[in-house]
């Protein structure tokens, strides 16, 4: 049974252009999660969402930040017009149900030039 | 709002000896969960232990257990017989009731001496 993956691994952005992170979950795994790691702190919750649906985004920026998890398909993360602060490793974690332990991706490193 | 706290920001160990992190926690609910994630170079987050803050028994996994003081608001996580293996970072985490919103510590750097 594969982990969560995400891709790219590694991803570089110019200032003002837009970020695309994906997180495909384990399988049979319906609740997907996305954590912010800025250098040097722990891992920040952003926003948790079920296919379809977003359950708690109360932890994602109002402006800029959107996240989706289709019927078909990964889950994204979409930053546009991105800025130097946006540089941080980000997380994807899914879960087979809302209690159920977290189990985490190897995460994206966005660096913003 | 959750907070959780892990007040050593560097520890280090000589392999095969025994090795306490501390975490502090502060929360407002009766019914929630904590964890230690290990973090090692990969960057890949890994669980290490869980604990149900219902149940009054420390939880263990093989060489990794907790001392859970909940009056005390208190998690730490013991390391015995530490192997070179162990070094990473290590966070402490707090989840609510449906634990789907985690709530991390800074962490804790942890180094294994040969």
């Known amino acids: 049974n594969a982990g969560v993956m995400q891709n790219p691994r590694h991803l570089v952005r110019r200032r003002g252009q837009e970020a695309r992170l994906r997180c495909s979950p384990m399988k049979g795994h319906s609740h997907v999660y996305w954590y912010r790691q800025l250098p040097e702190e722990g891992l920040k919750f952003m926003v948790y969402l079920q296919k379809e649906n977003i359950i708690d985004e109360s932890g994602m920026p109002k402006e800029r930040f959107s996240a989706e998890f289709p019927k078909e398909g990964p889950s994204i993360l979409r930053i546009q017009q991105v800025v130097r602060g946006d540089s941080a490793a980000y997380f994807c974690?899914?879960?087979?149900?809302?209690?159920?332990?977290?189990?985490f991706g190897n995460g994206t490193r966005l660096t913003v030039t | 709002a959750q907070t959780v706290t892990q007040s050593q920001p560097e520890m280090s160990v000589q392999e095969a000896e025994t090795v306490t992190l501390s975490c502090t926690y502060d929360t407002s609910e009766s019914d929630y969960y904590l964890f230690w994630y290990k973090q090692p170079p990969s960057r890949q987050m890994i669980l290490v232990i869980r604990?149900?803050?219902?149940?009054?028994q420390n939880a263990t996994e093989n060489r990794f257990s907790v001392n859970f003081q909940k009056a005390a608001k208190s998690f730490s996580l013991k390391i015995s017989d530490s192997q070179l293996g162990d070094a990473a970072m290590y966070f402490c985490?707090?989840?609510?009731?449906?634990?789907?919103?985690?709530?991390f510590g800074s962490g804790t750097q942890l180094t294994v001496l040969p």
């Open positions: 604990q149900e803050a219902y149940k009054q």
């Open positions: 974690a899914s879960s087979p149900q809302e209690d159920s332990p977290l189990h």
């Open positions: 985490a707090h989840g609510g009731g449906s634990a789907r919103q985690l709530t």
